[in-house]
């Protein structure tokens, strides 16, 4: 005899509203905000919007995971081990910051003046990998599994498992489940197995999404109790619905974060400051570093940006 499914309750939900970031850059911010401060493992969660010679230049990270997606337009990145490229629509990216990394990310200069347009995730490290040795993982939009459960249901998926369909392996250290749903017409309905240590949300780029007969507009965050073991709802909106569900193992351990530098302890952090500051314990290449992207980067020089990377 089959399980019943679980379905999860809401906890708390609200719009992302949009605020200035980096240099210029506009973010919806969900999670790093005052309205929800953490949810563990995730650190910080934006919507951006970046246009040259707006973006995120030069900059430390120390004890967490990057996962950027873009949507639109092109990013290009770079970091003091060498590691640079160019995301494209559809692109994602999982950096592991782990004990110390200097990177820069620029959105490139359409011809056309498209935006670089994406969303971020920033994901503790457990304790016992925050010192692990920095890397990158990038998957391609044409690596993706797609799945359509019925002609009016796509589910890309990106981490983990969703209508029977795997994603692509060991892309993040800590334990990540990420899904992007895309409905068609109003009152299709959608069902995500969740595994129920994990904690979960889901936010809005188009369209509205119904959960237990509440309806959510665009650029809300939905984050889920975990007194179950499934999500489940339908798109509300006559247009089109499009939005990503979540899920992250969650950690049974202290988050002390300061800016870019994630640490379980205030000994521990104050040491990463120091190494910052002095170029010690993983910092060593970022005295003196500067990115070859920190003035923006055009579209017309990404193939031979591309051709000097060593990713």
């Given at each position: 005899m089959s399980k019943v499914p679980q379905i999860r309750s809401v906890a708390k939900n609200f719009i992302a509203i949009e605020q200035e970031e980096g240099?210029?850059?506009?973010?919806r911010?969900?999670?790093?905000?005052m309205k929800q401060r953490n949810f563990s493992p995730f650190?910080?969660?934006?919507?951006?919007?970046?246009s040259h010679p707006a973006g995120f230049p030069d900059h430390p990270h120390h004890g967490q995971e990057t996962i950027t997606y873009v949507l639109n337009g092109m990013i290009a990145h770079e970091d003091f081990t060498g590691s640079k490229g160019v995301l494209r629509p559809g692109d994602l990216q999982f950096m592991t910051a782990?004990?110390?990394?200097?990177?820069?990310?620029?959105?490139?200069?359409?011809e056309n003046g498209t935006p670089g347009i994406g969303i971020q995730l920033w994901v503790a490290l457990p304790i016992d990998l925050k010192n692990s040795e920095p890397r990158y993982r990038n998957l391609r939009g044409d690596k993706i599994p797609i799945i359509k459960p019925n002609e009016n249901l796509t589910v890309r998926v990106i981490s983990g498992k969703s209508y029977g369909t795997e994603s692509v392996k060991d892309l993040a250290y800590t334990p990540i489940d990420y899904y992007i749903f895309n409905m068609n017409k109003k009152g299709v309905e959608f069902f995500q197995e969740t595994p129920r240590n994990f904690n979960f949300f889901l936010y809005i780029t188009k369209g509205a999404v119904e959960i237990n007969g509440v309806v959510y507009p665009k650029y809300?965050?939905?984050?889920?109790?975990?007194?179950?073991?499934?999500?489940?709802?339908?798109?509300?909106?006559?247009e089109e619905t499009e939005f990503a569900i979540i899920g992250?193992?969650?950690?049974?351990?202290?988050i002390l974060q300061h800016g870019p530098f994630v640490e379980t302890d205030r000994e521990s952090?104050?040491?990463?400051?120091?190494?910052y500051q002095y170029c010690i314990n993983g910092f060593e290449r970022a005295r003196g570093w500067r990115?070859?992207?920190?003035?923006?980067?055009?579209?017309k020089d990404v193939p031979a940006f591309e051709k000097s990377s060593k990713d």
């Open positions: 240099v210029g850059a506009h973010v911010r969900s999670i790093g905000s650190l910080l969660m934006d919507h951006f919007t970046v782990g004990k110390a990394i200097m990177h820069s990310e620029i959105p490139v200069k359409m809300s965050t939905v984050f889920f109790d975990t007194d179950g073991d499934s999500i489940k709802g339908k798109s509300a909106a006559d992250g193992l969650i950690l049974d351990q202290p952090l104050l040491q990463v400051f120091k190494n990115s070859s992207i920190a003035d923006g980067i055009l579209e």
